[in-house]
């Protein structure tokens, strides 16, 4: 069945219109109050984030004033201990360097007279066995000249030969008297002074002695002198 065509009043639609005009308006205003009221909330959001990231920019600011002190500070502190360090090094490398000085001067002292000393004995044993060669010489030649001057009939040689052993006989005898008489009188010094300290020694035991018999009286003379005296007290 076909519907029926509704009939609307006009003085209805005219309400309706009116009453949708109204509804419109206080929609509007209501949407106009809240965005009003939502850009207030956003202006005083904004200013609150604006304010916090300001503090934060300034604790930021002051953290790292800090963090720049604390370093400047540990910087500082660090070129302290490294320049305390580095002269507590040189100190101690001064005395190291002095100490080894002083033992390589005393090494080389030490060096130098060993190397004298090794020098001297090395002369002294050059010189003996010099010596001894040559006495060696002597020795081994002796009865060769001996022998050629018998075989060439020299007397003359045999003379100054037997001359010679003579005078140096006599100067041997001559310095083992001398040697001989020293030794006596050293010894005859000797026994003098040993009779001098006996006597010095009886001397010092007699005053011993008379000491001791002084320091005896003396004591029993104490002794004798306290009795009265104890005697009455009793």
């Given at each position: 069945?076909?519907?029926?065509?509704?009939?609307?009043?006009?003085?209805?639609?005219?309400?309706?219109?009116?009453?949708?005009?109204?509804?419109?308006?206080?929609?509007?205003?209501?949407?106009?109050?809240?965005?009003?009221?939502?850009?207030?909330?956003?202006?005083?959001?904004?200013?609150?984030?604006?304010?916090?990231?300001?503090?934060?920019?300034?604790?930021?600011?002051?953290?790292?004033?800090?963090?720049?002190?604390?370093?400047?500070?540990?910087?500082?502190?660090?070129?302290?201990?490294?320049?305390?360090?580095?002269?507590?090094?040189?100190?101690?490398?001064?005395?190291?360097?002095?100490?080894?000085?002083?033992?390589?001067?005393?090494?080389?002292?030490?060096?130098?007279?060993?190397?004298?000393?090794l020098q001297i004995q090395k002369d002294a044993l050059q010189e003996t066995k010099e010596e001894y060669e040559a006495y060696k010489l002597q020795v081994a030649q002796f009865p060769q000249q001996l022998e050629k001057a018998v075989n060439d009939g020299k007397k003359q040689v045999n003379d100054e030969l037997k001359k010679e052993y003579e005078v140096e006989k006599k100067f041997m005898l001559q310095k083992a008297e001398y040697d001989l008489k020293i030794l006596q009188q050293k010894i005859t010094n000797l026994e003098q002074l040993l009779k001098q300290q006996e006597k010095e020694i009886n001397q010092l035991r007699s005053d011993k002695a008379v000491a001791t018999d002084q320091i005896k009286d003396l004591a029993v003379a104490v002794v004798k002198g306290k009795e009265p005296i104890e005697s009455q007290t009793g």
């Open positions: 069945m076909p519907r029926k065509k509704t009939i609307v009043q006009p003085q209805l639609v005219a309400q309706i219109n009116t009453t949708k005009s109204l509804a419109d308006n206080q929609i509007t205003a209501s949407l106009e109050q809240l965005r009003i009221s939502l850009v207030k909330e956003a202006n005083s959001i904004i200013d609150q984030l604006i304010q916090e990231v300001k503090t934060l920019e300034e604790t930021k600011k002051q953290h790292e004033e800090a963090v720049c002190a604390a370093e400047q500070q540990r910087k500082q502190k660090t070129e302290e201990e490294q320049f305390v360090l580095q002269m507590e090094h040189k100190r101690k490398q001064a005395e190291f360097d002095e100490k080894l000085d002083k033992e390589k001067k005393d090494f080389e002292k030490r060096k130098e007279e060993e190397t004298e000393q």
